[in-house]
DNA sequence: TATGAATGAGGCTTCATTCAT
DNA sequence: TATGAATGAAGCCTCATTCAT
C-alpha cells in the first residue's frame, strides 16, 4: 500500500499501462501525447519517466503482455490430449476469444508494430514467428494424417485465420449481436470446413 | 503541360501523391512530414498546398483511389452471367490479386482511417459498408439458392475473407514463393471450401 | 532589405548568431537555452530551426568563423617576405590582437569544445592541428637557421605561446590599462626574448 | 566506519567527490548528471544530498582542493631560502607538475569556474587573486633587484606563465613523450629565458 | 544513515500551415 | 503557379531536489 498508489490503490506503473492502453488503441499512438497519458493515469510526467524510459517502452510493455498471453494459451492447446481436429479448433476459437477480451490490446498490436524501434520490431517479430509456426505445425499434422486438406499451404492457412483475427478489432463491437463465444464458434467452424478433406 | 511536369514528364500533384503513397506505407502518414513528401516529389511546401489543401488531403485521395478502384471491380464480377458460386470466387480472387498489387494503397487502407478526420473517417466507412453489403449480398444469394451453406451468417463470412486481405500486406513479400494470383487462387478456394454445404 | 531583415536590417541568420555568440561567452553553451537566443534576436525558435539545424550547429557555426579568420591572418603573416623573427613576431603579436577584438568568440572557442558532437570535435582538432603545425613551422625554421635556442622543442613553444593566448579572455578587460596592441607587443616580445639563443 | 564505506573501504563522501572529479573534467559539469555520479559512486542519490547540499557543493569542493593544494606550495616554495631566480624557477616549474598531476581537478577549474553561485564564483576568484600576487611578488623582486629584466610589466608575465599552466589540460597527454618534470622544466626555462635581463 | 518514488520546471526539436513575393 | 521564410503550438524527455519511510 502507501506511496505507489496514491488514490485508487492500483499501483502507478500499473495505472501508466492501463491508461497508455487505452488511449493508444483510442487514438493510435502517435496521436496520444505523453501528457495525455499521464493525465489519465493521475500521475506527472517525472513519474512516468521515473519507471518507463521512454513512450516507445510502454508499446514495448503492451506487446510483450499479448505475445506472452496468447503463446501461453495456445501452447496449454496445442499440447492438450486430443484428436488434432480437436485441438485446431480450441486453439482456433480460444485466439478469438482472447483476442475480443483484449480488443485493445489486439488494435495496438495489429496497427503500432512500425512504432517500435527497428531492434524491438524485430524481437517482436521472431515471437510472433514461433507463434505462427506452432499453429501452422497443428495444421501440417492433420494434413499428413489426412483429416485435413492438403489443397492449401499450411502456411497460408495460418496466414488465412490470422487475418480474420487480426481483423476483429476492425469491426467487432461488444454490443453487437453476437457474444465472443459465438463469433470464435463461427471462425473456428470456417477454418475447420475450409480445411475438411 | 510545361512547368507542371518539370523533370520527369509526370504532372506535379500526381508525383505528389505517388510519393506521399509510398511514404505513407513505409512509414506511416503520422512519421511522414509534409517535408519528407515534397522532397521525395522534388517540388516545394508552397506547390504542395497549391494543389491539395492539407496533408490530410492527400491521405483522402488515396482513399478515395482504393474504394473506387475495388467497388469497380466488385461490381463488375457480381453483375457478370455466371452461376453464383463462379461469381464469387472470382470477386474473392479479385480483390486479393489487386489488392496486392497495390500493397502500399492497402496498408495505408487498413492502418490510416483513425487519422482521417471524423466526417471523412463516415464518408469512407460509408463505402466501405457499401462495398461489404454487395459481397455479402452474393454469398446470401448462394446460400438461399443452397450452393453454401448457412451454418454461419453471411457478415461474418465476409468479416473472415476480408480479414484475410487486410492481413496480406502483413505478410504478403512480392519475391515470396507464390505469384498474386496463387495467393487469390488459394484464398478464394478456402472461401469456397468453408461454404461448402 | 524586406522580409529577411525584420527590424533592424540584420538578415536574421546573423543576428541570431550574434545573439548566440554574446551568450554563449557570457553564461556558457549549456546554461544558454534557445529560447534566450531567439529572445535576444527577436525571432521565433521556428525561424531558428530554418536556418540552423540545432543548438549544437549555432556552436559550430563560431568554431567555423574562428579557425577561418585564424587560419587566414597565420598565413598571411608567414608567408610575409621578411626575416623569420620578424615573421614570427608579427603573427605570435596578430594572433593576440585578433583574439582580443573577438573575445566573445574566444571564450566560447576554448571553453565549449567537448559540447560539439564527436565527429564536428574531430574536424576542428583537425584544423586546430594544421593551424599548430604552420606556427611550429616558423618556430622551426629560426631553429634551423640558428636565429632561435632550441633548448625547448618547437611544439612546446607553440602552446606556451597559444596557453597565453586562450588565457587572455580569463583576465583581459577592455576597460584595463593596456590596449590590445600593447598586450600583443609585451606577449610578442616575451615569446622572442624566450626564444634567443 | 562501518556502513560508510560499503564495497572498497573508501569513505561514501569521498567516492562520490572521486566520481564528480572524473565526470565533470570528462564531460564538464552541466553534462553529468547527478545519476550519474551516483552511479559511478555506488550509492544511491539520498546518499549524496545526505553529505553535499547540493551539485554545486561537491564543484565547490573541487575547487577548495585545487585552491588549497597550489597555495600552499606556492608558499613554500617562495618563502625558500635561495635565490629569487631559483625561487622563480622552483614555484613555476613546480605548478606544472601539480597541475599535470591533477589534470581532472584543472581542467574543471579553468572550464567550470562559471557554474559556481555569483558568491562562490566571488569566493575562489579572490583566493586566485592572491595567489597571483604572490607569484608576481617574485617577478617583481627580481626586477628591483635586476636579475630579471623590467620589459615588461609583471602582471603580464605572471598571466603568460599561467596561460602556458591553463593550457595543459588542452594538450598533455600521460602517454606522450615528455613526463611532467620535463614539461615543467622546458615551461620554467622559457619563462626564466623571457626574463633575461 | 540511506532509500527511491515523485515532482515540476525547463530543455531541445518538429511540424503543418500561412503569406508576402 | 510556385517559393521558402516564419510562426506558434505541441511533443518528448531530463534533471536537481524533496520527502516519507
Known sequence: MARTTDGNGTPVPQRLLAAATRL???????????????????????ALYHYFGSKEDLLQ??????????????DAFADADAPVEERL????????????ENLDDASIFFRSMHHLSPEKNKRVRAERRRYHERFRALIEEGQKSGVFSSATPADLVVDY??????????????????????????????????LRP
Request: proline share 4%.
Open 161 to 194: 485465420h490470422f487475418g480474420s483475427v487480426h481483423h476483429l478489432s476492425t469491426w467487432y463491437r461488444p454490443d453487437g449481436p453476437l457474444s465472443p463465444e459465438q463469433v470464435a464458434g463461427h471462425l473456428a467452424d470456417l477454418l475447420l470446413r475450409a
Open 24 to 46: 493508444f488503441a483510442e487514438q493510435g499512438y502517435d496521436r496520444t501525447s505523453v501528457q495525455e497519458i499521464v493525465e489519465a493515469a493521475g500521475v506527472t510526467k517525472g
Open 89 to 100: 479448433r480450441d486453439a482456433a476459437a480460444d485466439v478469438v476469444v482472447t483476442t475480443i
Open 61 to 74: 510493455e503492451v506487446y510483450s503482455r499479448v505475445l506472452r498471453l496468447q503463446q501461453e494459451r495456445l
